[in-house]
């Protein structure tokens, strides 16, 4: 920190000269002050919200507060400088602003009346501590359950509530499917948990497809280098509304919203129709050659096959893998899952197989059952349920696949729709079909919050001792699933997250918290947001402007520091305190792990040296004295540790997928049996639902329309929730300056038509509306929104709306699918916030 | 002093002292209690300075007349004329005041002065005339500063030749004058190459029409009021009646010329501006039109001018009416933010970037590309009082001074 | 040396950080904003005005060389700094608003009140104020001033506090879309006269005759 804080004193009252001073009060009569010896510093942070932006801030503190904030632009790679936006930029209004927590509350009033009294930081912990001890006693440790949220913003003070959640043996659900970041076509297809180029990389791409991405709003800091990228390539953006990313793009290609699948499909078509595919690339590194048994519908197992079994014998594979078969001129052979040379496999072909027990079974390969599937996706069908041009499906699909590198950017509004997961699937076949695979400029990109960990975080967050029952969020919700303690969860402890806004689907949050079915609940903010307004004690925190901390999310891949460039405000206490205070009252045989020893600063900075230190190849060599001097890149397998993924698997021909952390290799790789990428999919409720190979599937039939038929006549527009330029999600709901940007209005944007067709003018007040709750926003008629659509700029705190929820319309659905691809502390089935049906009437002023 | 003159004197000079606590208070919280904002920078206390400037012609009028085209029966009302001017010049003067965001720093106006700005001009111009017509009044009254007033008199072999020559003298100066504050005052809006409802050669001679007009319905009035519509009068209101009228025809000439070359042109902004003018004004602006047209029509019936009540309400209708043109300056030219485009890719389509307000409502909007500007009450108020002024202080001068023509007081 | 902004059009991504970099670090109360992103055509901000017609357009004070705002201030409290740009000296405007007026951009703002009203009213912390934190002189005249007194107009500077220390103004620092660009207009090989010549640079309102200083690129057209 020293060596980046400028400390300079300043001398006599600004520039006022002598002869000034006698006409002072013709002059500034009323506000004389000057800024005489004072003290001004400049520190450098990180602007830390959830949308893991993680962009470098200078603060100028001036008299002990911060005056003004700059983007620090000291990346070494001048093109990421400068990274902020204008929520960062106005950070300030948050740290000083009305409702910054000041000091420990317990809640006197009803639940989620705001009713508080101030108490002692003892008197606050210990009455938390008895709530908590006693929960355990009665129900079982893992009634208790802690929220991770967006790890990658702060390894430190989040691991100290992780750490005691696992040595206290808690429940914790885990931000990325809690908030339905977590794209499981990723798992699917590519065994990981989530993978992405960063935002320099963009620029090598001949050809970008953004499918429903904002990217121009929701990637605000690395949006330039699409720009840029536009300069050297095409952009095409598939998007049913004329978002800002849209209005960029060389070319819009609007669609009903949910149909991604069946254009994707329908450009796969198109690319494998004129042979345009990369054959190399997907005999070697996909399942397109791999054999799947026609009667079964079952990939063909090595064991099985009477000509190979014997060679099966003594041959040593991991456990999570298998031996399939492909052909090739040799006739059948087996697929090594552990090495990816080339095997000259045939990718298309149907053949017969003598199995071990004599049996004939018809085979094929699985391009050869793609190609059956893709017949469906004529461009003339694709064109009907996309409400696409044909023409522009083909001429985009001809573009895409003959100017590679292809990068494609899945965004999360897109694959928060229940079938989020086979559009996944589909759109994949696009890069992959290409060879547009672990190659600069290549692949597919989500950028949903980032909460992939990056690097290895045992030592600080699963000491020895720890133990965690992982429960999805939806499961927490639904109030039933695999894991769901038996009494239930009865606490909730959070922190850095906002549910009660953002994650009260169908209001059972607020249900269960007015029913006492959860009898404790627990927030530490930094702010007095909903969900502390329904917590019984709020802890403050401090800001990242207030604290210690270490951060590494991915679209520019630096580690950074968060450093106090002004003491913690009121009586806030870092979360490593708070926890650590915790700790000692409810694991005090384990208190020793959070440093107990040093003050928290001190132990903060301890334990950004025990990360770094025991990181794993990511951080190797990378110190403190590094960061304290500005951002360090991570290491990563790419050239220039760039992140560039399955650089390895396609450079060095390592198989499939790459390990996703904290999970140990064994618990991902089973996913992916083959060591190859994978479209096929053979385990039974697959089968059963008929998504071995990814398709198009009619939205809301397995949902909306199948708990209420008469939803299809009732509500007839799709609530679209996205990120607004405003917020990060709730986060700077209340900041004033830019709510004045927003003339103080939660919107919501409608076709015109459908305006109209409802008596809606411009600037009306509406209320939103289904059988599950209700919300209220400002119609604006915006002639690129699509028809059948509402979009709504998620995030808003209650108290905006009326104290009417947005999240009280939207419902846990849960994809049974996504249960199968269950691995703690990183798979759990997505939320579908946009599977959600609605309608829209005016309320009468 | 008739009691009638007391009431008077008590409620103007009430409503002055009003309107001076009123500026009072608004100074220590700002101008953010009147209506005006970003985007709408002037208001009543502007089209109030427009109006006193018009209602101060008066004087011009009868002076030039008597001295420079010899209609010598208007003697007698010449020192009403310059009375009436002074008060308005300085009500004029006044009513800007509370328009400053810093009145107190008005010194830099002699420090630093722009003569590159129309408004020191204007300043200069106001204050000359004020001098001239406080002179022009003195001259006049010099022969009867007698008795008690006669310590004010300066000391001349033939006070009433003296005053006949100097009158004749300086009437040409302050015909000068009289105009320079008609043109100038008028500069100041029609140089706005910003403003297009504003930006026209056509708005300098129409200002002073509309002056020769409004001024001389201002004397008329107050001679009525003073003297009464005795028969001995009539000629000079008959002249008058039609110095009114003709001015008033022209001054609508110039109007309606400018607005058929604004309409005829007729590009986007004049069709907004229009839209304005007929549309959200449009009956504000038929009354601009008819009521001065009416009331000068009114004036030139025998029968009006014979009753006093008549035509009190006549020469009323006309000034209200002046004053209504007066406060339409404004909304035509700033409810149309001047900052509009054709967005690339929508031809026809014509948009106004928005304004940021300056002022601050937690939950309303800060950016607005249209606003309705109302005056506040504190507008009205120090209005009010500046009119109460100028009314205070004619009586004042009437009740103290050698004003009107002995053989009436 | 004549100041000059190049703001890209193309690149502008509407993201309206340079707005708030502006507001924060000249210190405009609520209500204030001296810059301003707008999507032409439209009343909404990144709301298309039609269908696949969109683009973003960033205003402040446009710096002009006839600047009748500089012409009209009767006092001579606003004027032309040497580098061409237009500064307000605090402790000379009387606040006849008679520039704002006279500004075809609307860029002017008064102060209607004191600005800590408006911070209350916000319900900041007390006493709390965000921005640039000294008073900045420019020849002995206030040019820049964390507390504005009420009844004085202010608007966009070039950030001169900032400039004069060979720092660049805080909208150009942070714009994350790296759409904004100043340099010398009197150097015909400076990097904005480059632009200017190369990707047809247009001006706002010039019919007004004001020579503004501030030239746009225009964004590139796209298909739909
Ligand atoms: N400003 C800002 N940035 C953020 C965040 C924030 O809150 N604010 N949050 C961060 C986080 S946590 C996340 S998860 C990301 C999310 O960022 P994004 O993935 O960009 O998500 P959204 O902005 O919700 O939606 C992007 C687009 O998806 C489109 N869309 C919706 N449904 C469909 C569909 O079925 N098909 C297609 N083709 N398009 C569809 C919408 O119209 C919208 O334009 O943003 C991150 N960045
Ligand atoms: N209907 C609908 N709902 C959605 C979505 C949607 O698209 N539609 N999007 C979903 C998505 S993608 C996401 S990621 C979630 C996001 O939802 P959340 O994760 O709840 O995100 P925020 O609303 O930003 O809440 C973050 C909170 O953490 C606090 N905070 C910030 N920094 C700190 C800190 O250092 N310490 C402490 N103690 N607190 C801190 C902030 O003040 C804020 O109150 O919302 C989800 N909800
Ligand atoms: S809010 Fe996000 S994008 Fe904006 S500055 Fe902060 S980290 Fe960067
Ligand atoms: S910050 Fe840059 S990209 Fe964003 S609106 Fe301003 S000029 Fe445009
Ligand atoms: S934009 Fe307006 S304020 Fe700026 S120099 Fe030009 S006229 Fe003056
Ligand atoms: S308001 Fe101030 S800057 Fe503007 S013209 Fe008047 S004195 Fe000059
Ligand atoms: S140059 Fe400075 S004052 Fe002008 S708009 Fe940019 S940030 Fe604001
Ligand atoms: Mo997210």
Redesign the pocket.
């Known amino acids: 920190m020293k060596l980046d804080r400028r400390l300079f004193l300043k001398g006599a009252v600004g520039g006022g000269c002598a002869l000034a001073l006698g006409l002072r009060f013709f002059h500034f009569a009323e506000d004389a002050t000057g800024y005489a010896e004072q003290v001004e510093q400049l520190v450098r942070s990180t602007c830390s919200p ?4 993680a962009c470098g801030y200078k603060a100028r503190v001036t008299n002990g507060r911060i005056s003004t904030l700059i983007q620090a632009a000291d990346y070494p790679e001048e093109s990421y400088n400068p990274r902020g ?1 204008l ?1 960062g930029l106005s950070m300030m209004d948050l740290i000083y602003g009305k409702d910054r927590l000041k000091y420990p509350l317990i809640r006197t009033g009803a639940r989620g009346s705001g009713q508080f009294r101030r108490a002692s930081w003892d008197e606050a912990l210990d009455y938390a501590a008895g709530k908590l001890k006693a929960i355990a006693d009665k129900y079982g440790p893992e009634a208790i359950a802690a929220t991770i949220q967006v790890p990658g913003t702060g390894y430190v003070q989040k691991g100290a509530m992780v750490a005691l959640a696992g040595l206290a043996h808690w429940t914790m659900h885990h931000g990325y499917d809690q ?3 977590l794209p499981m076509f990723w798992p699917m297809t590519f065994g990981v948990q989530s993978e992405e180029l960063e935002s320099l990389e963009w620029l090598n791409a001949r050809y970008t497809m953004i ?5 121009m ?4 800091p690395d949006a330039h280098h699409m720009i840029e990228a536009k300069r050297r390539g095409r952009m095409v953006v ?4 004329f ?1 800002s ?2 209005a960029k793009a060389d070319e819009w290609l609007p ?1 009903k ?4 699948a069946a254009l994707a499909l329908g450009m796969a078509k198109v690319i494998i129709d004129r042979g345009l595919y990369d054959a190399e690339f997907l005999r070697d590194f996909t399942d397109f050659p791999i054999l799947v048994r026609k009667d079964s519908g079952k990939r063909l197992l090595a064991g099985e096959v009477r000509a190979l079994a014997g060679a099966t014998k003594g041959r040593v594979i991991p456990e999570y893998r298998r031996l399939f078969v492909v052909h090739s001129g040799n006739g059948l052979q087996i697929l090594d899952p552990e090495r990816l040379n080339p095997t000259r496999a045939d990718l298309e072909g149907e053949y017969q197989v003598t199995l071990t027990s004599g049996q004939t079974v018809a085979v094929e390969t699985v391009m050869t059952a793609l190609k059956r599937t893709l017949a469906d996706y004529t461009l003339d069908k694709v064109a009907a349920i996309t409400g696409a041009d044909p023409k522009q499906i083909e001429r985009v699909a001809v573009e895409a696949a003959t100017n590679t590198p292809l990068h494609i950017i899945y ?4 694959y ?2 229940y079938n989020g997961d086979l ?1 996944g699937r589909a759109i994949s076949l696009l890069p992959v079909l290409t060879g547009s695979i672990g190659k600069s400029g290549a692949g597919i990109s989500t ?3 980032q909460y992939r960990i990056r690097f290895n975080l045992k030592s600080w967050w699963f000491p020895e001792g720890s133990r965690l029952n992982w429960v999805p969020y939806l499961h927490f919700l639904q109030g039933k699933g695999p894991r769901y303690p038996e009494h239930g969860i009865k606490a909730m402890v959070g922190g850095w997250g906002n549910p009660f806004d953002q994650h009260n689907m169908s209001n059972r949050l607020k249900d269960l918290a007015t029913s006492g079915e959860l009898e404790f609940i627990l927030t530490t903010d930094f702010q007095m947001s909903t969900s502390c307004q329904w917590s019984d004690v709020v802890l403050p925190a401090p800001t990242w402007y207030e604290k210690h901390d270490l951060t590494a999310t991915i679209l520019h891949p630096y580690l950074q520091l968060q450093q106090p460039a002004i003491k913690p405000l009121f009586e806030c206490r870092s979360e490593l305190w708070i926890f650590r205070e915790l700790a000692k009252r409810l694991v005090p045989e384990h208190a020793g792990h959070f440093f107990p020893e040093l003050d928290e600063n001190a132990a903060a900075l301890k334990v950004i040296e025990l990360l770094l230190a025991t990181g794993g190849p990511e951080t190797r060599g990378i110190t403190l004295e590094m960061l304290q001097k500005g951002p360090v890149r991570l290491h990563s397998p790419a050239p220039g540790d760039r992140q560039v993924p399955f650089y390895e698997q396609v450079h060095n021909r390592q198989p499939f997928p790459p390990p996703s952390y904290p999970a140990p290799i064994a618990a991902t790789a089973q996913f992916l049996r083959s060591g190859r990428i994978e479209f096929y999919k053979d385990e039974d409720l697959f089968l059963s639902e008929g998504e071995q190979l990814p398709l198009h599937k009619e939205t809301y039939v397995a949902t909306e329309y199948k708990v209420n038929p008469k939803a299809r006549e009732a509500y007839r527009l799709r609530f ?10 709730s986060t700077h709901s209340n900041n004033t300056i830019l709510l004045e940007l927003q003339d103080n209005q939660p919107k919501v944007f409608l076709n015109p038509a459908e305006a109209q067709a409802r008596g809606i003018a411009n600037g009306d007040l509406v209320q939103i509306y289904n059988d599950r709750g209700k919300t209220r926003a400002h119609a604006i008629l915006d002639p690129g929104c699509s028809l059948g659509t509402a ?1 709504f700029e ?2 808003w705190w209650a108290r905006y709306l009326a104290d009417e929820s947005y999240n009280s319309l939207t419902y846990p659905w849960i994809k049974p699918l996504h249960e199968i691809y269950f691995v703690p502390g990183m798979w759990s089935p997505t939320t579908v916030w ?1 599977e959600c049906l609605v309608d829209v009437r005016r309320i009468p002023a | 002093m008739s009691a009638t003159m007391k009431n008077a004197l008590r409620i103007s000079g009430a409503l002055f002292l009003i309107a001076i606590v009123a500026w009072l208070y608004q100074l220590k919280e700002g101008l953010v209690l009147t209506n005006l904002q970003n985007s709408y920078s002037w208001g009543l206390y502007i089209s109030g300075l427009a109006f006193f400037v018009g209602n101060a012609a008066g004087g011009l009028v009868l002076s030039s007349s008597i001295y420079l085209f010899g209609v010598k029966k208007l003697k007698p009302l010449a020192k009403l004329g310059a009375l009436t001017a002074f008060a308005n010049v300085t009500a004029a003067m006044l009513i800007v005041l509370p328009d400053i965001g810093k009145p107190i720093r008005l010194y830099n106006m002699l420090l630093h002065p722009n003569f590159m700005s129309p408004l020191v001009w204007d300043v200069i111009v106001l204050n000359l005339y004020a001098a001239v017509s406080a002179l022009y009044l003195y001259i006049l009254m010099l022969p009867d500063l007698t008795g008690p007033l006669a310590r004010f008199a300066v000391k001349v072999a033939d006070p009433a030749g003296f005053s006949e020559t100097w009158a004749r003298r300086i009437a040409p100066v302050a015909l000068l004058f009289a105009i320079g504050i008609h043109v100038i005052t008028a500069w100041i809006f029609s140089t706005q190459g910003a403003r297009d409802w504003w930006f026209s050669p056509a708005m300098a001679p129409d200002f002073v029409s509309v002056a020769i007009g409004v001024g001389t319905a201002v004397v008329l009035l107050a001679a009525a009021l003073a003297y009464g519509t005795g028969e001995k009068y009539q000629d000079a209101y008959q002249t008058l009646a039609l110095i009114v009228f003709m001015a008033v025809c022209v001054h609508l000439f110039l109007m309606m010329n400018d607005l058929v070359i604004h309409a005829w042109f007729g590009d986007a902004e004049t069709h907004r501006i229009m839209e304005i003018a007929w549309g959200d004004f449009a009956w504000a602006h038929i009354f601009e039109v008819v009521a001065p047209l009416a009331g000068a029509w009114l004036l030139l019936q025998e029968r009006v001018r014979r009753s006093l009540p008549r035509l009190a309400a006549s020469a009323g209708l006309l000034i209200v009416g002046v004053f209504v043109h007066r406060f339409l300056i404004m909304p035509a030219a700033y409810n149309n933010i001047p900052m509009t485009m054709t967005p690339l890719g929508l031809p026809g389509v014509h948009w106004s970037l928005p304004i940021a307000s300056g002022r601050f409502f937690p939950g309303l909007s800060t950016f607005l590309d249209s606003y309705a500007y109302a005056p506040s009450f504190i507008e009205v108020v120090i209005l009010l009082g500046i009119m109460a002024y100028a009314v205070f202080l004619v009586l004042l001068a009437i009740a103290k001074l050698p004003i009107l023509a002995k053989e009436v007081s | 040396m004549k100041m000059g902004m190049v703001i890209d059009l193309e690149k502008c991504i509407g993201c309206r950080s340079c707005m708030v970099a502006c507001k924060q670090h000249n210190a405009q109360p609520p209500g204030t904003w001296w810059n301003r992103v707008f999507t032409p055509g439209s009343h909404h901000h990144l709301t298309p005005p039609a269908k696949g017609i969109e683009f973003f357009l960033p205003v402040h004070c446009q710096h002009c060389e006839n600047a009748p705002c500089a012409k009209v201030c009767p006092v001579g409290a606003t004027y032309h700094a040497p580098d061409g740009a237009v500064l307000i000296d605090f402790e000379r405007c009387i606040g006849c608003r008679y520039c704002m007026s006279a500004c075809p951009y609307g860029v002017r703002q008064f102060n209607w009140e004191a600005p800590e009203k408006a911070h209350q009213r916000a319900g900041y912390q007390e006493h709390y104020r965000f921005g640039y934190p000294e008073d900045h002189r420019k020849e002995g005249r206030l040019v820049y001033a964390p507390l504005r007194p009420k009844g004085v107009v202010e608007k966009c500077t070039f950030c001169a506090q900032y400039r004069d220390k060979g720092e660049l103004p805080a909208c150009v620092r942070g714009c994350p879309g790296k759409a904004r660009m100043i340099g010398d207009l009197d150097d015909p090989d400076s990097e904005i006269r480059k632009l200017i010549r190369e990707r047809n640079a247009f001006q706002l309102l010039p019919e007004k005759g004001t020579k503004p200083t501030v030239y746009y690129l225009p964004p590139k057209a796209k298909e739909i």
Not at chain 1, 720 to 729: F, Q
């Open positions: 959830n949308c893991t932006g936006c929520r908030n339905g970041d499918f429903g991405s904002n990217v709003q929701t990637r605000l598939v998007d049913p509304d978002c990313t849209a669609i919203a949910d149909t991604d965004g999360a509004s897109n928060q729709w559009k950028y949903a919050g679209v929730t996205k990120n607004s330029l405003y917020r990060v999600h979009i998620e995030g946009n």
